[in-house]
């Protein structure tokens, strides 16, 4: 079967990760405090995963009690910050953008502000979103926003700014008003770059989240593998990176998912 | 005879970076409701921006054209552009693409499923009716373009090389088609093409255009009964006729083109 060999193929190298990673912990040339062996740091991670405390109908219900682990805690208010966050970014950007790639003069005035405000990090705000404010959520949902705001807005402006002006004659002369070309023919026109930004600013959004929770919020997987960092858990450090890359896979697939949903009309799609 | 398109005295020209290029000079031209003209000539003889001028799509430097007596500013659906690449929406299926007009103009969806499931039967696309447009031939394509700007019933049709890009069995049987509708359904068709054969398969009228600046080099009626055919002693006289004439006009293209590449 083709496909289980693909499967095979993908889960070689990082079997042959493990394998010799378990191999260098076990023969001791490493402390543990420093690298502790993938089955420890898997033991770990189940432990995080699962509930802490033993179930209890009278305060619960089943599912409830499943999905009480701390780690299912961090990954909801770590994943609830990115979709707000990157929320709030897309529906500031994709307007802006539309109506910039639209409107050259438009363009060209805000272009040079973009130009230099787009290659700071949203990193570097930290200070003046702490400031601005305070600690807790709201500087955490600015600087995710911020994140997800540029490479939508720059891929929106490119998308619109590149429509074939062949579809625009056709539209115009089959009578279509200047809304209705920017609804069904600018829009889906531009939709290819729209989502490549969409999914770079996703990217971006859970970068910053998890940098965002080092500093301001006392929850998330950013919070825990610093809190783990105090108190030398190496294991769940790992453990919650590795969850970082778990998470990162299923909203990359997701992402996948919808455009070749929305893209289903393109080419090579 | 009512005129249609005037082509009132037109001069066009683009100017680039460092020069100013005249694309058409002084072209007077009538075009009569229900005639089929084909406008012919090299590549670069303006030819297609007169076009564009007719749709409305671009405003001659000077001069004006006019529709059924009024001067054109915009584009209309009562001039139905076809274009050489299709200019199909990608990102909507066949039925969409042609319902677009319908839809712009306001129709109500009782009035618009008939109509496009019509058109469709008369251009043998129904069962292509959900199909995206990257799935058809460029054939297939075309008669998609045909049906969306027939489906505003307009009274003129504008056709800027739309066989150019299809094969040669494909681009007959489009031409028979075209030829079907266009007695069907009385329609004014210019039509743009630098293929001599075509033009005189084609149309009523021949105007052929000369190498920049285009102006009109020659216009005649085509008196020959239809179904035309190219193995006709009259059709080939014709078209060694105009041959000579494409073919000079072509050179003269070809020339232009070795002094601008030597001067660069």
Known sequence: ???????????????????????????????????????????????????????????????????????????????WRVILGFMLGFVLALPLGLVMGANARLRDFANP?????????????????????????????FLIALGAFFPVLMNTIAGVSQVDSIYLRAARNLGASHTRIF???????????????????????????????????????????????????????????FSIGLIGLAIDLAMDKLNRHLLRWHRGM | MHPALEFHSIAQSFTTQNSTIQVLESIDLTIQEGEFVCLLGPSGCGKSTLLNAAAGFVSPTQGQVSFRGKQIFDPSPERGMVFQEYALFPWMSVEDNVAFGLEARGESKDII?????????????????????????????????IARVLALDPPCLLMDEPFGALDALTRRSLQDELLQLWSELGKTVVFVTHSIEEAILLADRIVVMTHRPGKVKKDCQVDLARPRNPADAAFNALKQELGQLVMAEQHAFENAERLSFTAD
């Open chain 2, 113 to 145: 499923k008939p109509r496009v499931a019509d058109l469709l039967a008369k251009l043998r696309l129904s069962e292509f009716a959900k199909r995206w447009p990257r799935d058809l031939s460029g054939g297939m394509r075309q008669r998609v373009a």
């Open chain 1, 1 to 79: 079967m083709p496909w289980l060999k693909k499967i095979a193929r993908g889960l070689a190298a990082p079997l042959l990760l493990i394998t010799i990673w378990q191999v260098v912990c076990q023969a001791g040339w490493v402390s543990p405090q420093a690298l502790p062996s993938p089955y420890a740091v898997g033991l770990k991670w189940i432990e995080y995963l699962l509930p802490s405390q033993p179930y209890d109908p009278a305060i619960q219900t089943g599912w409830m009690w499943l999905l009480s682990g701390e780690l299912l805690r961090d990954a909801g208010g770590s994943l």
């Open chain 1, 113 to 141: 502000l973009i130009q230099v405000l787009r290659p700071i990090p949203p990193i570097a705000y930290i200070p003046l979103a702490i400031l601005w404010f305070g600690l807790g959520n709201p500087p955490a949902i």
């Open chain 1, 183 to 241: 609804i069904k023919v600018i829009l889906p026109a531009a939709m290819p770059f729209i989502l490549s930004g969409v999914r770079i600013g996703i990217g971006t959004a859970f970068l910053v989240v998890i940098v965002a929770e080092m500093i301001a919020v006392n929850n998330g997987l950013g919070y825990r593998i610093l809190e783990a960092r105090e108190y030398f858990w190496t294991d769940k450090i790992i453990a919650g990176m």
